[in-house]
Nanobody, 118 residues
Framework: VQLVESGGGLVQAGGALRLSCVAS????????LGWFRQAPGKEREFVAK????????DYADSVKGRFTISRGNPRNTVDLQMNNLKPEDTAVYYC????????????WGQGTQVTVSS
């Protein structure tokens, strides 16, 4: 599975951005697509995930109520709508795929930078 992210950029606090992730390759093997982020000097952390079949979602507490993950159009895309952005949301955001029945995310995109200014 290959993943390509887009949509990052610079935004002021309180603003919004929409990230997209396009999956290609063995799409039928995907069970879950997730978004992770890594800020400078910090470990990579989970942001949100969505089931590829039934679109069940889950979010980190830090983004609940502000971020929304959804299947895009076409269906091999996953979007992350980020509203009410805060400076602490600044990070490189990565899309990742976990195959059906898998325990780890095995495929990762190259990442897209999100910078939120105060």
């Amino acid at each position: 599975v290959q993943l390509v992210e887009s949509g990052g950029g610079l935004v002021q606090a309180g603003g919004a951005l929409r990230l997209s992730c396009v999956a290609s390759g063995s799409i039928s093997s995907i069970g879950t697509l997730g978004w992770f982020r890594q800020a400078p000097g910090k470990e990579r952390e989970f942001v949100a995930k969505i089931g590829f079949t039934f679109s069940t979602t889950d979010y980190a507490d830090s983004v609940k109520g502000r971020f929304t993950i959804s299947r895009g159009n076409p269906r091999n895309t996953v979007d992350l709508q980020m509203n009410n952005l805060k400076p602490e949301d600044t990070a490189v955001y990565y899309c990742a795929a976990r195959i059906s029945g898998g325990r780890t995310y095995d495929s990762w995109g190259q990442g897209t930078q999100v910078t939120v200014s105060s």
